[in-house]
């Protein structure tokens, strides 16, 4: 798959493919005759799994070492649970914060609504 499919179907530019392998991100592909990356299919399912661990807040020198990490295979299974463990509890974290930050929020809307409620009662009493 040439480099504009995946950018395409991953929703990453062309340069944000080249820099994620110049990281170490995703793996230099092979090369066609005409020197041409030739991406297997598999990138995507990777570059999905990136996509989601950059959306829940991994910091990207912690993507790369997962990436090395998963160069090394069965050998670093054990690292790799570790580290999703980890980052899997900061998840969770920060769910609890956006939920607690949620309640405020629905409180703040109720609070607004019922002074909304009021004002309008005392104007239709005036």
């Known amino acids: 798959m040439k480099i504009s499919e995946v ?37 995507l399912t990777w570059i999905g799994f990136l996509d989601k661990l950059n959306a829940t807040g991994m910091k990207q020198a912690d993507r790369i070492r997962y990436a090395a990490l998963r160069r090394q295979g069965e050998a670093s299974y054990a690292e790799r649970r570790r580290m999703l463990e980890l980052h899997r509890d900061v998840v969770i974290a920060r769910q609890a914060e956006l939920e607690e930050t949620r309640a405020l929020m629905d409180r703040k809307v109720e609070m607004y609504r019922q002074l909304e409620a009021e004002a309008a009662m005392e104007v239709a009493d005036v």
């Not at 990453?12 to 592909?29: K, M």
């Open 7 to 43: 950018a395409a179907r991953s929703g990453l530019s062309i340069d944000t493919l080249r820099f994620y392998e110049r990281i170490g991100l995703i793996d230099p592909p092979p090369r066609d005759a005409a020197g041409r990356r030739d991406y297997p299919e598999e990138v």
